[in-house]
């Protein structure tokens, strides 16, 4: 059973850094795109930054391009996000997702397999 596992979130002021984590495990083939969400209260979850896991391809919405920061780790099964200069409008539970089936696409949460459980992250100014 594939699991995902979320770390790092907390609360930061407005400027800050936090890094978040995303352990994967349970599953012994290749993912196609691993992914970062965000979701907040009466909203959908929005995609934030997604790396096509063969080739190390990265993207980026628009929001956080320039201050946030996707990579992987495969050697230890984890990917990151980098997050600087928060704002308060990045405050929003955090989840990292895994696609396994080629032909989806990074920002759209209906084409993953696996979610994590979430970890908050607060931005205060």
């Known amino acids: 059973q594939v699991q995902l596992v979320e770390s790092g979130g907390g609360s930061v002021q407005a400027g800050g850094s936090l890094r978040l984590s995303c352990q994967v495990s349970g599953y012994t083939g290749s993912t196609y795109i691993m992914g970062w969400f965000r979701q907040v209260p009466g909203k959908e979850r929005e995609g934030v930054a997604g790396?096509?896991?063969?080739?190390?391809?990265?993207y980026y919405a628009d929001s956080v391009k320039g201050r946030f920061t996707i990579s992987q780790d495969k050697a230890k099964n984890t990917l990151y996000l980098q997050m600087n200069r928060l704002k308060p409008e990045d405050t929003a539970m955090y989840y990292c997702a895994a696609q396994y089936t080629a032909g989806g696409t990074w920002y759209l949460a209906g084409d993953y397999n696996y979610w994590g459980q979430g970890t908050q992250v607060t931005v205060s100014s």
């Open positions: 790396i096509y896991t063969g080739g190390g391809t990265t």
